[in-house]
């Protein structure tokens, strides 16, 4: 399989305590996106890279987080001190660059699913 | 800002039913407009894109959409839905500049009975 791979599927941390997850995008896509998604909610954008440069921040992702892709392949996105409301699913997506606005679709991951108890 | 409205949150339909599911964005720039669909326990799929041209657009499984500027909207269409089509769909819109950043609305949780 060839897709996007995360890692871990579930994830259960108590209050305080920092988790990490890890995001394997496609191979040849330069584009490496991090969502969040909440019960009932469409995901939403949290940060972007090109290759190794994180371009975007969201205004969601406070200074707990911290998202990085030091070689321009796999992503990590750290939580620290977390907190029951970062219970989400948390997305990660790659893509190509391409001409255009369109770029070439985005490819999902099946997320990792965080319970802060 | 910009944002996605899905009018409907959960739509039931029976086999063989039409399905409408509507979608509005607010941006008046140029966007590119996409429906994802994520089947029950799998990750988000591409279910068809707008770029350019004819604003009726095919996709997979026998969707399609209809991007109507005037209107905002990108409403999702299937003449005939089966069992299969049971998921969740998401329209998301990618404005000019945006980084492919998509902006996706709320969803809509279709259920389809035999």
């Known amino acids: 399989d060839t897709g996007v791979s995360q890692n871990p599927r579930h994830k259960i941390t108590k209050r305080g305590q920092n988790v990490t997850f890890r995001c394997d995008p496609i191979s040849e896509h330069n584009r490496l996106y991090w969502y969040r998604q909440t019960l009932g909610q469409g995901p939403e954008f949290l940060t972007y890279?090109?290759?190794?440069?994180?371009?975007?921040k969201s205004r969601l992702l406070s200074d707990r987080f911290s998202a990085e892709r030091p070689k321009g392949s796999f992503s990590t996105l750290e939580i620290q001190r977390t907190e029951q409301g970062d219970s989400a699913m948390y997305l990660c997506?790659?893509?190509?660059?391409?001409?255009?606005?369109?770029?070439?679709?985005?490819?999902f991951g099946n997320g990792t699913r965080l319970t802060v108890t | 800002a910009q944002s996605v409205s899905q009018h409907n949150h959960h739509v039931i339909l029976s086999e063989a039913a039409s399905l409408e599911l509507g979608c509005n964005y607010s941006y008046g720039g140029t966007v590119n407009l996409f429906w994802y669909v994520q089947y029950p326990g799998q990750h988000l799929q591409l279910l068809l894109k707008y770029f350019s041209g004819d604003p009726l657009v095919k996709g997979i499984k026998g969707f399609e959409a209809e991007f109507i500027k005037s209107k905002f909207s990108f409403n999702l269409r299937k003449p005939s839905v089966q069992w299969s089509d049971t998921a969740e769909y998401f329209c998301a819109v990618l404005i000019s500049g945006g980084y492919n950043k998509l902006i996706f609305g709320a969803g809509t949780r279709l259920a389809v009975h035999p």
């Open positions: 997506a790659s893509s190509a660059l391409g001409q255009g606005i369109g770029g070439s679709p985005l490819h």
């Open positions: 890279f090109q290759n190794e440069a994180q371009l975007e």
